[in-house]
């Protein structure tokens, strides 16, 4: 599996795929992990291609998360659909995570 | 009037949730449930099977689940069936883990919040687990 990666404005850009489930998550924490370790430490993930996550990819988001704050880093999520954001209220990670409804707004707030 | 299909999933074959995605839908839009309902249906059955692969079959591949749909007026019923180990007793609350970072323990509650009723029992060698959605 190959996350689709760039950097803009020194932050790093990955867009999920269409699905992130049990299947690909462990490649997908793999990749993720180490483009926060080669990085800032700051991540906006782009899930406008997903269409479809489960609790195994969501530990992926967490794991990427935990690797950012320990480079003093953060990872913004963008442009959800309303299923996989009911999934983060459900198990409560939008308390977690800052959500923006585009990629455009969360590298906003990095430059903030 | 009951609809009932079985489906038998081979867990080894990574678009094994994609094709219940596309088989599974289109019953769940037919009973009437909205789009993030029977989503969020879809979601507690990949948990299910993800739970089986990873405990009853501890990961290992190329063994079989099988997926009864059964719907009624009122509930939608699906059992998924195999012969991995037993599952531990009594069944997960469902609660959340206390620490939000937690990379696991949510998938049971993903489980619970999208369905009305969870049972599981155990005949002879084979695990069943019923997932109950009600209609009305």
């Known amino acids: 599996m190959s996350l689709e990666h760039h950097t803009e404005q020194g932050v790093d850009v990955i867009k999920l795929p269409q699905r992130l489930v049990m299947a690909n998550a462990g490649d997908a924490r793999n990749e993720l992990k180490r483009i926060v370790s080669q990085g800032s430490g700051k991540l906006v993930v782009d899930l406008s291609q997903t269409e479809f996550m489960d609790s195994s990819g969501l530990a992926v988001l967490v794991t990427g998360l935990q690797a950012a704050r320990k480079r003093d880093g953060d990872v913004y999520l963008a442009a959800m659909n309303d299923t996989i954001r009911a999934l983060f209220q459900l198990t409560r990670l939008h308390t977690v995570f800052q959500i923006f409804d585009d990629e455009t707004g969360a590298l906003k707030a990095f430059s903030a | ?136």
């Open chain 2, 1 to 136: 009037m009951t609809n009932r299909i079985r489906i038998e999933i081979g867990p080894d074959d990574p678009g094994w949730n994609q094709v219940l995605q596309e088989t599974l839908l289109p019953l769940a839009r037919a009973a009437a449930l909205d789009e993030l309902a029977g989503m969020g249906l879809l979601l507690a059955i990949v948990e299910a099977i993800n739970n089986i692969i990873e405990h009853a079959y501890q990961g290992s591949d190329g063994q079989p689940i099988a997926l009864v749909w059964e719907q009624t007026a009122s509930t939608i019923r699906l059992d998924l069936h195999d012969h991995g180990r037993p599952m531990p007793l009594p069944l997960p609350s469902g609660d959340l883990p206390d620490d939000p970072l937690a990379l696991g323990g949510r998938g049971w509650h993903i489980i619970r919040a999208n369905t009305d009723e969870v049972q599981y029992r155990r005949v002879q060698e084979e695990n069943v687990l019923t997932l109950v959605k009600n209609l009305t």
